[in-house]
């Protein structure tokens, strides 16, 4: 009498890890990171205007420098892969011209809230889909994301804007929330619309959905963290 094997006991064969992303998708998520980059250290200059002195002008556009630096980072690695940038961030012009339309900052306090909250929806969704990638491409996006010096000033100053003046919590609060609906709609846009940054998102075992609820919990907790409410 032969054996029978059940299907639901366990094997020792080992579960194959996920393929690696390939290289067309590894430079369409380079491109989108770096589009992000040199658009980001062009909206803070132009933002820097709108400080109410100079000297936060001044620290404002010399975090920006460190935008630019990034850019070139990810410019340069594009290169090495073959790619040139400015066709590799071309498919993605539009979702930012989209999303910076629609998010214009009125004043300074606006301003920073942009920089603190809306570029960290970005940076939260590359934290994630970069998981999936090989050394080399990840330790670079990790590096680019640890940038964090605009991020810090804009934090400390809506901190202080909240405790000098409690009646500034519910606008700027109002316009988080708005920052962070146009940013998430925006990132699922993008994704949708591109297959390979699709299957990088879902190589892992996860979801669009899932990736899209967890920049929203990290959303929540960043509002929080400067005395906005959600």
Known sequence: MSETTDPAAPTDEPTPAPAAPSREAV?????????GELLAFERMVYDARLAPDLGRRAALS?????????YRRLADRLQELGADPGEAMAPFKEAFRSFDASTSPRDWLEALVKVYLGDAVADDFFRVVSAGLEDEDRTLIETVLAE??????????????VESDPAVTGRLSLWARRLVGEGINRAQGVAAANERLTGIIVGDGGTLDALLRRLTRAHQDRMKSVGLNN
Do not use: P
């Open 27 to 35: 430079i369409d998520l380079l491109g989108l990171l770096a589009l």
């Open 62 to 70: 010399e975090a920006a420098v460190g935008e630019i630096r990034n």
């Open 148 to 161: 964090t010096g605009a991020s810090d000033l804009a934090a400390a100053e809506i901190r202080a804007a």
